[in-house]
């Protein structure tokens, strides 16, 4: 199973960017999907995730400014970001809970597989 996130770039303070996450590989599903971000110099912090019924949670730093949303027939998830501060500055990595089918009707996991992450740079 492979994670392969997309869409980060320069961007100035209150512009917008939409980074995107795929999941590949062979899995017989997906449970909750989400972002996380690493600033330079810190450690990395939660900010968004949405489970199997599109319901999102985020981060207060975050929230009414970003939304997150997937969409299940593609096994991507999305991160819309507006209004962009500096402090959200950092590489965005996306995770997914992967559930897998091992022999005859046993069920494995889920486990949570992470991609490579997107850099995200806000100018003030």
């Known amino acids: 199973v492979q994670l392969q996130a997309s869409g980060g770039g320069l961007v100035q303070a209150g512009g917008s960017l939409r980074l995107s996450c795929t999941a590949s590989?062979?899995?017989?599903?997906?449970?909750?999907m989400g972002w996380y971000r690493q600033a330079p110099g810190r450690q990395r912090d939660w900010v968004a995730s949405?489970?199997?019924?599109?319901?999102?949670v985020y981060t207060e730093t975050v929230n009414g400014r970003f939304t997150i949303s997937r969409d299940n027939a593609k096994n991507t998830v999305y991160l819309q970001m507006n209004n962009l501060k500096p402090e959200d500055t950092g590489v965005y990595c996306c995770?997914?809970?992967?559930?897998?089918?091992?022999?005859?009707?046993?069920?494995?996991?889920?486990?949570?597989?992470w991609g490579q992450g997107t850099l995200v740079t806000v100018s003030s």
């Open positions: 995770n997914a809970e992967i559930v897998k089918r091992g022999k005859g009707w046993a069920i494995i996991g889920p486990d949570t597989y």
């Open positions: 590989g062979r899995f017989h599903a997906i449970r909750n």
């Open positions: 949405v489970d199997t019924s599109d319901v999102p």
